[in-house]
């Protein structure tokens, strides 16, 4: 598995080559947007762990360059803590995950393993579980064919949720996602965004597709399970 990392920052993408590096995994290392490009067209990278803000070519560019380019490598972003917007813009660009600095090691390593077991994305844009469908490119949701209006929030709540089918996201996973650390902690917004996503996308829909998982978190699936 060869991986590239893109960062500028010496000191983060030193922890984060050595790590990966000890994990096992070859790792080229770039600090520049325009250089990472050029990596990322010369060699066959499995994934590509990509900070925002660079120098040469921001990272959303770069992203934007790739998808253009047919290079569908997977993407883990480094994105700043209070940066929503990017996050939305690198999600809709293509971005398959992100995470937010400043992080733990074993999280990175967490997402570069799951981000490597996925299978290639057909299309990107476009996620589903059973009926229910969430376009990326035009930010619409639909169930069963009906539209649904989310605010900015439940859609990227919703994004998260579609992104990890079948898989247990805890209310602290969910917010650092969603919102950043300060509301990492003893805060109810998770499970109030939840009721509010269940509302609109399950209360007239069977079956339902939110879970709780009880002591753990939500996932989301089409499967009946016992929670
Ligand atoms: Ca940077």
Same mark, same amino acid.
């Given at each position: 598995?060869?991986?590239? =990392?893109?960062?500028?920052?010496?000191?983060? $993408?030193?922890?984060?080559?050595?790590?990966?590096?000890?994990?096992?995994?070859?790792?080229?290392?770039?600090?520049?947007?325009?250089?990472?490009?050029?990596?990322? /067209?010369? !060699?066959?990278?499995?994934?590509?762990?990509?900070?925002?803000?660079?120098?040469?070519?921001?990272?959303?560019?770069?992203?934007?360059?790739?998808?253009?380019?047919?290079?569908?490598?997977? =993407? /883990?972003? &480094?994105? !700043?803590?209070?940066? &929503? *917007?990017?996050?939305?813009?690198?999600?809709?660009? @293509?971005?398959?995950?992100?995470?937010?600095?400043? #992080?733990?090691?074993?999280? /990175?390593?967490?997402? =570069?393993?799951?981000?490597?077991?996925?299978?290639?994305?057909?299309?990107?844009?476009? &996620?589903?579980? $059973?009926?229910?469908?969430?376009?990326?490119? +035009?930010? *619409?949701?639909?169930?069963?064919?009906?539209?649904? %209006? /989310?605010?900015?929030?439940? #859609?990227?709540? &919703?994004?998260?949720?579609?992104?990890?089918?079948?898989? =247990?996201?805890?209310? +602290?996973?969910?917010?650092?996602?969603?919102?950043?650390?300060? #509301?990492? $902690?003893?805060?109810?917004?998770?499970?109030?965004?939840?009721?509010?996503?269940?509302?609109?996308?399950?209360?007239?829909?069977?079956?339902?597709?939110?879970?709780?998982?009880? @002591?753990?978190?939500?996932?989301? $699936?089409? %499967?009946?399970?016992?929670?």
């Amino acid at each position: 598995m060869r991986l590239l =990392v893109v960062e500028d920052e010496p000191r983060i $993408s030193k922890f984060i080559c050595q790590g990966l590096t000890e994990a096992g995994y070859a790792v080229d290392a770039t600090y520049d947007g325009l250089e990472a490009f050029e990596y990322a /067209l010369a !060699a066959d990278y499995d994934l590509i762990i990509l900070d925002i803000m660079l120098p040469g070519l921001d990272g959303l560019s770069l992203l934007r360059r790739l998808r253009k380019n047919g290079i569908q490598t997977p =993407v /883990l972003l &480094l994105t !700043a803590r209070d940066s &929503l *917007e990017d996050r939305v813009e690198g999600l809709d660009t @293509g971005a398959d995950d992100y995470l937010v600095k400043p #992080f733990a090691f074993p999280e /990175l390593l967490a997402r =570069v393993r799951a981000l490597l077991r996925r299978p290639p994305l057909q299309n990107e844009n476009i &996620l589903r579980i $059973s009926d229910l469908e969430l376009d990326n490119k +035009t930010r *619409e949701v639909r169930r069963g064919g009906r539209l649904i %209006e /989310l605010s900015q929030r439940e #859609f990227m709540l &919703l994004n998260y949720l579609m992104r990890h089918p079948n898989q =247990v996201l805890t209310r +602290t996973q969910i917010a650092e996602h969603i919102w950043n650390f300060d #509301f990492a $902690s003893d805060s109810n917004i998770v499970d109030v965004y939840i009721g509010y996503l269940r509302r609109k996308i399950d209360r007239n829909f069977t079956p339902q597709l939110i879970r709780t998982v009880r @002591g753990m978190g939500y996932r989301i $699936s089409a %499967e009946a399970g016992n929670e």
